[in-house]
């Protein structure tokens, strides 16, 4: 009988989809973070449940090959990376064995499986960061807590990101902002969140406060612009509830426009504060051509693009297509997705508001079908409801573009028995460092 608080030297037999080791003790699973599949470790027992335990890492008694010291130094206390501690290339073999193992569990059997696309240089990628802040400190909440966690530096992130965000937390605690504190719900200052256009260097910041009083703005925004010039937008975002969510519904524009913009391959897109854009611009142009090619468009075909935020692979996609229809439920995406097809000159595209699950089946039942769907859902994967109607209107392609293998390997059970065929899967190291892997699958119809 496994027991809490107890230690026991362990062999650590696999890896699980968060980046933790995982040992058997007398065959009860054990979840061991920062630990690696074929190193003998000392843990000890700190939460132990029904069926499985978690454990804490005392020792690493005899390393495995591909363990590396990470650069991080809050790296074992902090939530964001969790595979720091090995190399490069063991990162990315992991990542492709998740996708190729949760596949065939789903399936019953293994498609083609391309072993992942990594980045050349795989730090400093984000292009976009949210930092919490609390009692004085900015930083990034501790694993599995609110505890905000101060670092000099985010190896992950932009390096003009981290130094404009230290200086704008700076700026607002000289000024006597308040910071928000989660028990008591006072206070005024929740997050800073910082966006850069990579490929233009226009930066976006955005103050996200408990309410709408922000004190010494004005002030603020002037020190920020005279240090940092290429600061374009100022946003205040509210958001007064009692939640887990960083971004209220209401941002006002304080300084600037209301959007930066970036460049990605031949294009140029508009981004708002609540519009999703890729974080990993380098890693994201990769996806996107591995998505187009796989689409193999001749100009006759008419495109569904699910999920399509601010139209970027609408807009990618439209020059080889006869018409493109975009679908995105938040608002102000859509918006951005109108004008970014209007500022790169497509005329072939048409962007809709609202859950794909409910816009597309009244766009089939209308007698508007597509050819080729691709789809770019949130971590939950796609509703059952509109994984249907594809399957009914027998589209010839569909590219799935997946952030979570779980929901991807579900979903693909349920097109491959309703008519597709897995033609192949290419995971794209979008999230070096982390757990985090993205896939573009390939399927047509049988």
Do not use: W
């Amino acid at each position: 009988m496994v027991e809490k608080n107890k230690d026991y030297e362990v062999d650590i037999v696999d890896m699980g989809f968060e980046g933790e080791g995982i040992t058997k003790i007398d065959g009860y699973t054990t979840f061991v973070k920062g630990a690696i599949k074929g190193e003998k470790a000392k843990i000890k027992m700190v939460k132990v449940n029904k069926d499985y335990g978690f454990g804490k890492l005392l020792e690493v008694t005899a390393p495995a090959d591909c363990r590396e010291e990470p650069v991080c130094e809050i790296f074992n206390r902090c939530g964001g990376c969790s595979l720091q501690h090995m190399s490069y290339d063991a990162q990315l073999d992991l990542k492709t064995q998740m996708v190729k193992n949760t596949i065939r569990k789903s399936l019953g059997y293994e498609p083609i499986v391309n072993n992942i696309i990594g980045m050349g240089i795989p730090y400093n990628y984000r292009n976009k960061a949210q930092y919490p802040v609390s009692n004085g400190k900015i930083g990034f909440y501790a694993d599995r807590s609110h505890d905000v966690i101060e670092n000099k530096e985010c190896y992950i992130q932009n390096k003009v990101i981290d130094e404009i965000a230290k200086y704008a937390f700076e700026l607002t605690q000289k000024h006597h902002v308040s910071c928000y504190n989660e028990q008591s719900g006072k206070g005024t200052l929740r997050h800073i969140v910082i966006r850069i256009g990579v490929n233009t260097d226009q930066v976006m910041i955005t103050f996200i406060t408990n309410g709408e009083e922000f004190k010494n703005k004005d002030s603020i925004i002037s020190e920020l612009i005279n240090k940092y010039p290429n600061v374009v937008s100022v946003i205040q975002n509210i958001n007064s509830e009692n939640t887990n969510v960083i971004f209220g519904s209401k941002c006002v524009t304080l300084y600037g426009k209301d959007y930066i913009i970036d460049r990605l391959g031949d294009y140029k897109f508009k981004i708002s504060p609540l519009s999703f854009y890729q974080v990993n611009p380098v890693q994201t142009e990769v996806l996107y051509n591995v998505a187009k090619d796989y689409a193999g468009l001749t100009g006759e075909e008419v495109v569904f693009d699910l999920y399509s935020g601010i139209g970027t692979i609408s807009i990618f996609v439209a020059e080889n297509a006869k018409k493109v229809y975009g679908v995105e439920v938040v608002e102000p995406a859509v918006e951005d997705a109108k004008e970014n097809a209007e500022m790169n000159e497509i005329r072939n595209v048409e962007f809709l508001a609202g859950e794909a699950e409910t816009v597309v089946p009244k766009m089939y039942e209308k007698g508007t079908k597509a050819d080729v769907v691709f789809v770019d859902p949130p971590r939950k994967g796609c509703d059952e409801k509109l994984l249907n109607t594809i399957i009914d209107m027998k589209a010839k392609k569909v590219v799935y573009i997946s952030c979570n293998p779980a929901t991807l390997a579900r979903d693909l059970k349920t097109l491959t028995e309703n008519g597709y065929e897995i033609k192949e899967v290419q995971p794209v190291d979008m999230f070096p460092q982390t757990s985090h892997v993205e896939s573009v699958v390939l399927l047509e119809k049988r």
